[in-house]
């Protein structure tokens, strides 16, 4: 089994920072892209950034040029670096791994999900 465990959320005021880490553990062959994605209340849960193993990176448009997405591949790590946030970034953060898992007949494809850290920005 794979497991992704979140840390670094929190309570900030506007315009302050926070880095939230991502930790994939268990059985794994390789990591492709990793992602954070946010779903705040009342809406559907959207993509923040993401970044490949190649380290190309995308944004959401609101995130952009305040957040920025990282990624230790030896540690099976990403991290997302939160400046300058906003009222509307609060959310639950989820993070996601595309990866694929050792099997006797071949690796497969799996899609990982952690269980989601809160962000909540409020004077």
């Known amino acids: 089994q794979v497991q992704l465990v979140e840390s670094g959320g929190g309570l900030v005021q506007p315009g302050g920072s926070l880095r939230l880490s991502c930790a994939a553990s268990?059985?794994?062959?390789?990591?492709?892209?990793m992602g954070w994605y946010r779903q705040a209340p009342g809406k559907e849960r959207e993509l923040v950034a993401r970044?490949?193993?190649?380290?190309?990176?995308n944004y959401h448009d609101s995130v952009k040029g305040r957040f920025t997405i990282s990624r230790d591949n030896a540690k099976n790590t990403v991290y997302l670096q939160m400046n300058s946030l906003k009222p509307e970034d609060t959310a639950v953060y989820y993070c996601?791994?595309?990866?694929?898992?050792?099997?006797?007949?071949?690796?497969?494809?799996?899609?990982?999900w952690g269980q989601g850290t809160r962000v909540f920005v409020s004077s």
């Open positions: 996601n791994a595309a990866l694929l898992v050792p099997d006797i007949d071949g690796p497969y494809e799996h899609d990982c």
């Open positions: 268990g059985s794994i062959f390789s990591i492709n892209a």
């Open positions: 970044i490949t193993s190649g380290g190309n990176t």
